[in-house]
């Protein structure tokens, strides 16, 4: 075989070493890409991951219905209510100019403007007390106006209106409604409430709880007495 010279020979051998360096380098660069691969080569994530990932609402527990209050038996009406429904037959009427009304009352229970002004109040004496006021209103003033008034003056001082029916008194339409007064004053009432063409009227008979059944039956009698002047 025919020797190459030296300059050629070493030349040959700068080849091959750098073939070979540069195969090294190839094999490196490409196992570092496969153990470590590009941030940017990360798929981003699906809606339906970034779905699964937002905090659920706490769903709120269904409200618990209410239910109507069981009716307790009544107990005997305390004795003024008592004596007021056996004395019917004696009553005697009581007409206010100022306030334009009439009405009958047991004879034994007293009456008075004074005590406190703007109502007639004709009282017992004892447990029980009818009391009637009146003013002016606007025209056109509904019912249901009124009624919307008178619960919030009874919600705002502590007490609670338990029923709420349509009646009437006389020729005008009423909203009449049972009443409970706070813990601190335990009083019952009973209520009328009338717009006539004049102004509207409340109309309440107080008594002790217990007798309710006693004090509606009391109140319906008083109020089918009642006109308007």
Not at 44 to 72: G, I, M, Q
């Amino acid at each position: 075989m025919r020797l190459l010279p030296a300059r050629i020979r070493a030349s040959s051998r700068r080849v091959r070493i750098t073939a070979a360096f540069c195969l090294v380098l190839v094999v490196a660069i490409g196992g570092a890409s496969a153990l470590a691969p590009s941030l940017l080569s990360k798929p981003a994530p699906s809606a339906v991951a970034v779905a699964s990932a937002t905090p659920l609402a706490t769903p709120k527990p269904t409200p618990t219905p209410l239910t109507s209050p069981t009716a307790t038996p009544s107990k005997p009406a305390s004795a003024d209510v008592a004596l007021a429904l056996a004395s019917k037959a004696s009553w005697v009427a009581y007409a206010s100019t100022t306030l334009r009304f009439s009405i009958a009352h047991p004879a034994s229970w007293v009456t008075s403007e004074t005590v406190a002004p703007g109502w007639a109040v004709i009282s017992s004496g004892s447990n029980s007390d009818l009391e009637i006021t009146w003013r002016s209103v606007p025209a056109k003033t509904t019912l249901s106006q009124i009624l919307d008034e008178y619960w919030k003056t009874m919600h705002d001082s502590g007490y609670t209106v338990v029923g709420n029916t349509t009646g009437a008194v006389g020729k005008f339409p009423a909203k009449l409604l049972t009443v409970d007064g706070p813990a601190a004053k335990p009083r019952h009432g009973n209520v009328a409430l009338i717009v006539t063409t004049t102004g509207r009227y409340r109309i309440e008979l107080w008594t002790v709880p217990g007798s309710d059944a006693s004090a509606a039956t009391l109140f319906s009698e008083l109020l089918a007495t009642f006109q308007v002047h």
